[in-house]
Structures are given as structure tokens and as C-alpha cells.
């Protein structure tokens, strides 16, 4: 009999399931809008804030439960008004390509002595070499990348530091939202881990390597302040969340008038999705506008792809801000070779091909790809800053969005035309950066119209209109009118703030201003319009703010000149709605409710005689249902991010949840089990980057006090903890009640006690499972899934597997990935091996195996690991601190630590993504010794960081655990 094979390849999402990033208008409406959603056609949704993005901005992290219909809760959350932007939350991918060509010492991308196709930087650096505006401002470029090598030497004298906050103390001193943020931050660690990165330290070079110090090489910017941001590990969310960090320090420095936070000028963005559009990248997308009103410019590589981004997407470079500088790749001949084109998405190219720039352990590479050509446009925004330019200097306080317009606009005008790139990028050539000095300059010397207009209305009949004059003006115009009125009302000699008065209410103004200079007046126009009070609105805010079985308050804001408040509510499946009832107050108590019912209210507002508002609705749901999501049950909570339950199963059913911060409820029953049955089950964990070793505990509320006692009700636990799949069996005890209960699962890092709720200050994650005890059944015998594996005939590319048979199997589902690899490719087959082709060479795999017994299956197995043959070794790291040593490095069993006499020392070994795995307190005597640091935990292979301090100095190494 010939089997056939079917296989079912992996194709990762391009977005994360169960996720949504959502900008509220309002973050005080947050609760009442998470209420709202908690239900999709009466199903549960699990719609929960995951995390707020950006301190100070309703920009949140959604999770929701990915088993509902994703796309109709999208359109459903699209239509409530209380959204500004939602979308999904998309993977990203890195812009840089492997360099293939040999080292040469000059940098032809700057100055090319075989003529051409450089951006003529050595002419640019003959007005300003960087480093800090005409009025001594640090000039700081936000690099949003995988982090920084902190003693490279063309690097080091240029990073930024928040001076404002001391390092390592657990303590935001300088009050911005950030604990220890000073060297940078990490959006992953929650603190300034951004040492040793590999791509930012490549792209940093271009952005301001060193220049003129007698070794390596010069960036654009000779001087200039680096700011790492570690935000770049594969998802939207956490670029989101970077952009959010670069946006905060600016802002502060906005509103401080310079005194604290950063001069944040320009992003650096070589990372990506091919293929994006702007349709699924919202939020992304308005990133660059919120930061451009804050005058940071945004400059992004386009894909390292041959095609037309116009026509096949690309993200961010389709998106359309003002704000945003997108940058393809050209080689010493002006040729675009590799890299993505558009004539509307693409703003212009600069060198990309064969580019000399720094590189980790203190090297130089030669590197090709559209991430080296977009940090050298980057680099001359910042640049263009430190040009003896009055005018630039005082709107970049003044106004900074006006500044960010006008050194976007010099770069653009200025770029050389290229003939092949007329038709390819939409300034039809590549950058110059000598001539985007020059036309700055130009524009210096003109007679600008005021920025910053704006227009305050406190009542329906006055405005205050303030506005910031440009250096050089001698006289402001005003002029204002009602909108469709001919003629204007001047004002000559108008000050700062100036007051209208005897406007009508609910009419819309114009308002413009021009300046007078020496001997001229400004050739543009600073204009806007404006609306008075009194036009009467729907009430906005509208929320339910109290709820119960049969009673319900909600309240609401008032509307300017309203005299009273009409409302009505039915249940949402009636077509009539109850008797309109009127109130002059904002808030309102509904009676006699029905449980586990959904209602509709409706509200308008009276203004006047006979003048009515639109209406506002809301719909909102009563408790009272017979589920799991009204049970008081205790609330654990966890530290989020590093690892979580990436799946639960019961006899083969299983049910995905991913990550979701720290605790998951899932209200529906989820598992029908019988007192006395045994059944097998399989937890699937989930890691950030690397995995660690973890604790589970099972319970199950047998007697259905909303208690989980102990030891009665604690149905399995593990004694050792392990960071693989873990597969076994439950039994019920005989005892259980009939009916609706709950069942916990609990994940903890590092701690082996028995506990089922507490606030953890251990990593991990908690799932609540609604589950039926039905005592009507019989119970059944489990399809087991235990089994050996065997690898055999390793090669680079392909390897056989096998396993043991179980006799009741008629056939296995088997899956296999690369460790790293969040997605499983899968196979049906009916035999107990398998020969998997298609490898890549020395990468590590895992493989599962699950066990079908007609209509029933077993749990899959735990993962089994093999690596296929090498071609080529791996590279060694080593690190070395003055007169500290941490020693051996690559290390196994022991690691040691010498430091200077008589000092006393605190250590604190990190895994690479920022979770603290142990500390050490060591006090040196009179001759420096080593000491053996013992270590508590497991260790999985990988790099890992020791940080080491002591008083007045601190640092942190690198390490290699084999």
C-alpha cells in the first residue's frame, strides 16, 4: 500500500493574532470602551488593554480573544467614535542586506575621487560639521534599532545620555515616564539596556562616527548625540512604543523651553514590512505626524526589493506624512541596482551600495542595502540643524513642526538630478548634502510670515489668537472675518495675543497673517479657521459609569448652551424604544434592568427655542449570565513580555492564546469533563527571544466556591521546571460538583511554591478556563502521547526522524520549525519516521509529535531538538573593563569575576532581553582575587549581560553560556 504525504507549510501572519493597536480620543473613556466591546453577536471577545504605548497619548496595545471573527470586531470597533485610529499589529522585518564585497579605506559615498554619485559631504562640512544648534543645543538623532557598541571608539564620544537620570537606581529621576533610562531604552527590558547591538551599531556610523580624530572613519555628523532605542524585535507594537520614547523626550524639551529632556530632531528607521500598505498601517503611519507636530522629522529605507513600491506597498515608505523622509539606493554610478522605487512613495535615493561604516568589536565593514543610504539622510537633517541659520534655530522652539517642514524641504530641493531616477523617486534625484545646506541658507535670509497660529474660544462671542513672529519682522498684519463674508477686518501693528471680540455664536472664521520685514513682506500667508461656541452638539463623553444585575448610572459632558437632556433606552433586540424622559442634569440612573441583557441609550440636547442636537448612542450589556465571566474569583497578576502560555490543551482540543501581559480569561466552556475521568493534556509555552526554565501548577474549583484550596484542589504540578512542551494526564476527583466551574493554569519563573493568586512579582502568566463538570457521562481513556525520538542521517539540509509506535495510533500529526520560528510547518502521515528535506545548514530544529486514535487524540509531545551539520564555526565573544574580568567567555559550568582591591561590588546577570536572572554583592580585599559566581538557575545556550557597579562606576559584558 503506497502512503501519501501532505505538506502543510508554514506561512507566518502578517500581523499578530488576537492583537489591535487602538489611538482613543479620550483615555478617560477607556474603561466604559473596553465594557462596550466585551461582545461580538453575543459571543465574549476578551477585549482587554495590553499596554499603553506612549505616556501621556490613549495610544494602547489591545488583546483580544483570536478565535472570534477578527475582521467583523475590526469594522465593529471602526464605528464607534470614541476611535481615532485602529488597526492590526503588524510584524516588521530588518532592511539591511549581507555585505559581499572586500574592505576599502574611503568612503566614496561622501567623496568620491572617480567623479560623481557622492553627496558632497566634504563641501557641506566646509559651512557646519554638527553637534549643536546656533544657540548650543545638543543636537540629538533618535536611532530605533537593535542597539549601540558602546566602546567603539569612533562611536563612544557621540552617545547620548540622559544626564538627568542616575543609572541603575531603580528611580525615574527625571520624571518622564522612564525608569533608568540613561543610556537610551529598551522598549523590551524597561530600561536602558541597548548595548551590543549588531545593525544599530552598522547604521550609527553614518549617523555620526567620529570625525576628525585621527582614526576610522567620519559620519555625516562629526559631533552629534546618538540616542539608542532598542525597539526592533519583529512587531509593530514595540516601534510603536520606541517612536513613543523619542516623541517623550522631545516634548519635555518643548515644554521646558530646553531645560529638560532631548533635542530629538530626527528618527532613523531602516527596518520595514514589504508589501505594506498604509490601509493596514494606520497607527504606524500617523507616527510620523505625531512626532512631526513635535518637530522630529522621520526618515525610513524602503524594501531591499526591485519593485514598485507605489504598486506593491511598503512599509513605512507608503505612508504620507510631511513629516517623513523615504530613501531608496543608488551605488558609485548612480545606478539603483537592488533597492524598492516609487514616483509617489519615494522621495528620493542616496549611496546604499558597498558603504564603509562601523561594525561591532570595533571594525569597519563594507555594507550594501537600503539601511546604510537612509542614515545619511538622517544624518544631514540633524546636520542641517547645526547651520548658522537665526530663523531655523528660534522656530525649533517656537514651532517646531514649521522647523521640521523647512529642513525636510531643503533636503528635497536640493538632491542632484539622476536620469534613471526622473521616473523612480518623486524628487527625481539623489542627496546632496552641500546643496540642502545652501538652500536652507537661502531661505534664511527671507521674509517669513508668523507660525504657530493658534485660536482659543472660551464662550460663542470672543477668540484669543496667538501666534510666534519670525526673527527679522518689524511689523505683524492681522486680518480675520466670518466665513463668506468679501471683506476683511485689518489689523496693522497686531501684537501677540490678540482678543476678537463681538463674534457670533456657532460661526466659522477666517483668520490670517503676514509679516513686514526691511523692505519687504513675506510672500506666504499664515492662515486658519476657527468655530464659536454654541452650536449645539451631541453630548460627548457618554458612558456607563455603574452597573449591576438591575440597575445601571451613566453620565456624560455638557454641551455649551444647552438648557436640558432627552433620552430614551430599549433592549437592543426591541424595535421600540421606552417614553423620552428629560433632565437638566449630566448623569442618569436606569431601573428595573434585565440580567445578561444588551440595551441601547439614546440622548440628545436641547439649546434654546426648539434647537436639538444630534444624537448620541451607546450600547451596553447587564451581568447576570451563566458563564464564568461574572465568578469572583481572586486576581493574580504577572511581569508581562518574557514568557507566557502559548497554548492549552485538553485530549487534543486545543485552544491558542498567545501572549497577554501577565493573565487570560476565557468566560465560554472551554472543556466538558467528568468526575473520575482522566485525560491528557499539553501546555505549549511562549518565549519573547530566548526560553526559561518555568514552573505550571493546574487547579480546578471542584466545590465551586470561588476558591482554589489547598492541597485538595491543586489537580498537577511540575517539581522541576523546564522550558519545553509539557505533556500529561489529569484525574478528576469523583467529588467534583455538577455544573460550571473554573479551571487555573499558572506559569511562574523561578519560584516553586504552590499558589493560586497572589500579586507576583515572578514572571509568567496566568489562564482561566471556564469548564463543565458533567456528571451524565462515563469517563474515557486518553490518546496517549508518549514517545522517544531518534534522529538520524543528519545532513546539512535534511535529516530523518523517528520516533516509537504507540499500538492504538492510526496515525500522528507531526510538526516541526527552527527554534527560533514562532509557526509550525505540519504533516498527517500514517508511519512512525519522517524525512525532512529542504533544511537550512547548522540551525537548530524542533519537532512534536502527536498521536490519533480514530476520533479521539492525544496531547503533543515534548519537543525534541536537533541541529543540522555546519559548514562554518561560530564566533567567539570576548569583553574586558579596565581592571574588571569576567572570565571564561564562552563559558559552561563556572563563571568568574576579578575586580580592583578593596571595593565593594553589585552584579547582576540579565538574559538579552533584560530580565534580571541573579544577583551577587562581592567586597574585594587588599589584592584583587577572583571570585566563582555561583549560579541558581539552568541555562539555556545563548548571550547573556553581567552587569557590574560599584561607587561612581558601572558597566555590563557581554557573555556566551555554551
Request: with cysteine; proline share 5%; glycine share 8%.
Amino acid at each position: 500500500m503506497c502512503l501519501q504525504q501532505t505538506k502543510l507549510d508554514a506561512q507566518r501572519m502578517d500581523y499578530v493574532p488576537g492583537q489591535f493597536l487602538i489611538w482613543l480620543e479620550d483615555k478617560g473613556t477607556l474603561d466604559s470602551f473596553v465594557e462596550d466591546h466585551s461582545s461580538l453577536d453575543n459571543l465574549p471577545t476578551g477585549f482587554v488593554p495590553k499596554k499603553i504605548l506612549i505616556p501621556n497619548h490613549a495610544i494602547f496595545l489591545f488583546q483580544f480573544d483570536p478565535a472570534i471573527n477578527e475582521t467583523a470586531f475590526l469594522n465593529d470597533l471602526k464605528e464607534d467614535k470614541r476611535v481615532k485610529i485602529i488597526q492590526y499589529n503588524h510584524w516588521l522585518e530588518n532592511r539591511s542586506l549581507i555585505p559581499d564585497d572586500s574592505l576599502f579605506n574611503q568612503q566614496w559615498n561622501f567623496l568620491n575621487t572617480n567623479g560623481g554619485a557622492d553627496i558632497d559631504a566634504d563641501l557641506a562640512w566646509e559651512i557646519t560639521t554638527g553637534g549643536t544648534t546656533p544657540s548650543g543645543n545638543d543636537i540629538v538623532i533618535a536611532l530605533i534599532d537593535d542597539g549601540i557598541d558602546p566602546d567603539h571608539p569612533d562611536l563612544q564620544p557621540n552617545l547620548w545620555q540622559n544626564n538627568a537620570e542616575i543609572p541603575y537606581n531603580g528611580i525615574d529621576d527625571d520624571g518622564n515616564g522612564y525608569i533608568d533610562d540613561y543610556a537610551g531604552w529598551n522598549v523590551q527590558a524597561n530600561f536602558d539596556l541597548v548595548q551590543y547591538g549588531i545593525h544599530g551599531v552598522q547604521v550609527s556610523g553614518l549617523l555620526g562616527a567620529k570625525g576628525d580624530n585621527g582614526e576610522g572613519i567620519a559620519g555625516i555628523n562629526w559631533d552629534v548625540k546618538i540616542m539608542p532605542i532598542v525597539g526592533i524585535s519583529g512587531i509593530e507594537s514595540e516601534i510603536i512604543e520606541a517612536y513613543g520614547y523619542a516623541l517623550n523626550q522631545r516634548q519635555l524639551w518643548n515644554d521646558t523651553n530646553g531645560a529638560q529632556g532631548a533635542f530629538v530632531s530626527v528618527t532613523n528607521t531602516s527596518w520595514g514590512a514589504d508589501f505594506g500598505s498604509p490601509d493596514d498601517y494606520p497607527l504606524w503611519c500617523e507616527m510620523f505626524d505625531l512626532l512631526g507636530e513635535a518637530g522630529i522629522i522621520s526618515v525610513a529605507a524602503t524594501t531591499n526589493s526591485n519593485v514598485d513600491v507605489d504598486v506593491e506597498g511598503d512599509m513605512p515608505t507608503s505612508c504620507s506624512s510631511p513629516y517623513l523622509i523615504t530613501v531608496t539606493a543608488t551605488d558609485e554610478n548612480d545606478q539603483r541596482n537592488f533597492a524598492g522605487y516609487g514616483l509617489e512613495s519615494i522621495d528620493l535615493a542616496a549611496p546604499g551600495e558597498d558603504i564603509l561604516t562601523t561594525d561591532i568589536f570595533g571594525q569597519y565593514s563594507i555594507l550594501t542595502g537600503t539601511s546604510f543610504a537612509c542614515p545619511q539622510v538622517a544624518g544631514l537633517a540633524a546636520l542641517l540643524y547645526s547651520a548658522p541659520c537665526e530663523q531655523l534655530d528660534v522656530l525649533s522652539l517656537s514651532a517646531p513642526a514649521d522647523a521640521a517642514n523647512l529642513v525636510r524641504d531643503a533636503i528635497l530641493a536640493g538632491v542632484d538630478p539622476v536620469p534613471q531616477l526622473e521616473e523612480e523617486v518623486n524628487t527625481g534625484g539623489r542627496l546632496n548634502a552641500f546643496h540642502a545646506v545652501e538652500t536652507l541658507l537661502d531661505g534664511c535670509t527671507a521674509c517669513l510670515s508668523p507660525v504657530g497660529l493658534e485660536v482659543q474660544t472660551d464662550n460663542d462671542s470672543t477668540a484669543l489668537v496667538q501666534w510666534v513672529s519670525i526673527p527679522g519682522t518689524i511689523e505683524t498684519v492681522l486680518q480675520w472675518r466670518e466665513a463668506g463674508n468679501a471683506d476683511w477686518n485689518i489689523v496693522p501693528n497686531a501684537e501677540t495675543p490678540y482678543f476678537l471680540e463681538g463674534l457670533a455664536a456657532c460661526a466659522e472664521y477666517e483668520v490670517r497673517l503676514k509679516a513686514l520685514c526691511d523692505g519687504q513682506e513675506s510672500q506666504s500667508i499664515t492662515q486658519g479657521i476657527f468655530t464659536t461656541l454654541g452650536c449645539c452638539e451631541a453630548p460627548d463623553g457618554l458612558q456607563l459609569i455603574e452597573i449591576n444585575e438591575e440597575d445601571g448610572i451613566l453620565c456624560w459632558d455638557a454641551v455649551y448652551g444647552a438648557s436640558s437632556y432627552t433620552y430614551q433606552y430599549k433592549l437592543e433586540s426591541d424595535p421600540t424604544w421606552s417614553d423620552p424622559v428629560t433632565t437638566g442634569g449630566t448623569t442618569v440612573m436606569l431601573s428595573g434592568l434585565m440580567p445578561c441583557e444588551s440595551y441601547q441609550f439614546l440622548l440628545q440636547a436641547a439649546c434654546g427655542i426648539d434647537q436639538q442636537s444630534p444624537y448620541s448612542i451607546i450600547a451596553f450589556e447587564v451581568p447576570g449570565c451563566e458563564d464564568c465571566s461574572e465568578q469572583n474569583y481572586c486576581f493574580p497578576e504577572f511581569s508581562p513580555w518574557f514568557e507566557w502560555i502559548e497554548s492549552f490543551s485538553i485530549n487534543g482540543q486545543e485552544i491558542l492564546t498567545g501572549n497577554n501581559d501577565g493573565y487570560y480569561q476565557h468566560t465560554d466552556v472551554a472543556f466538558n469533563l467528568t468526575p473520575g475521568g482522566t485525560y491528557s493534556f499539553s501546555i505549549v509555552p511562549g518565549f519573547s527571544d530566548w526560553t526559561y526554565p518555568e514552573y505550571y501548577m493546574i487547579w480546578i474549583d471542584y466545590d465551586q466556591d470561588e476558591i482554589f484550596d489547598q492541597p485538595t484542589e491543586l489537580v498537577w504540578s511540575n517539581e522541576d521546571p523546564t522550558d519545553q512542551v509539557i505533556t500529561d494526564t489529569i484525574t478528576l476527583d469523583t467529588t467534583a460538583l455538577p455544573g460550571i466551574t473554573r479551571l487555573r493554569l499558572i506559569q511562574v519563573f523561578g519560584n516553586s511554591g504552590t499558589f493560586s493568586c497572589t500579586v507576583f512579582e515572578e514572571y509568567g502568566e496566568t489562564e482561566d478556563y471556564c469548564i463543565y463538570i458533567d456528571d451524565s457521562q462515563s469517563p474515557g481513556l486518553p490518546c496517549m502521547t508518549n514517545v522517544e525520538f531518534e534522529a538520524s542521517n543528519i545532513l546539512e539540509e535534511s535529516a530523518l526522524i523517528s520516533w516509537n509506535s504507540d499500538s492504538l495510533a492510526s496515525q500522528y500529526a507531526f510538526r516541526w520549525r527552527k527554534e527560533v520560528d514562532q509557526d509550525w510547518n505540519e504533516s498527517i502521515i500514517e508511519d512512525s519516521q519522517l524525512q525532512l528535506t529542504g533544511l537550512d545548514e547548522c540551525t537548530i530544529y524542533e519537532v512534536q509529535v502527536q498521536t490519533l486514535c480514530g476520533a479521539n487524540a492525544g496531547a503533543f509531545s515534548e519537543s525534541y531538538l536537533f541541529q543540522t551539520a555546519c559548514i562554518q564555526n561560530a564566533i567567539s565573544l570576548s569583553a574586558k573593563a579596565g581592571k574588571i574580568l569576567v572570565y571564561p567567555n564562552p563559558f559552561e559550568d563556572e563563571l568568574f569575576f576579578k575586580g580592583a582591591s578593596e571595593t565593594d561590588y553589585q552584579l547582576a546577570l540579565f538574559s538579552v532581553d533584560g530580565r534580571l536572572l541573579q544577583q551577587w554583592e562581592i567586597s574585594t580585599g587588599l589584592e584583587p582575587e577572583s571570585r566563582l559566581l555561583g549560579l541558581n538557575l539552568k541555562l539555556a545556550a545563548g548571550m547573556y549581560y553581567l552587569r557590574w557597579q560599584s561607587e561612581g562606576a558601572a558597566g555590563v559584558f557581554p557573555l556566551v553560556h555554551h
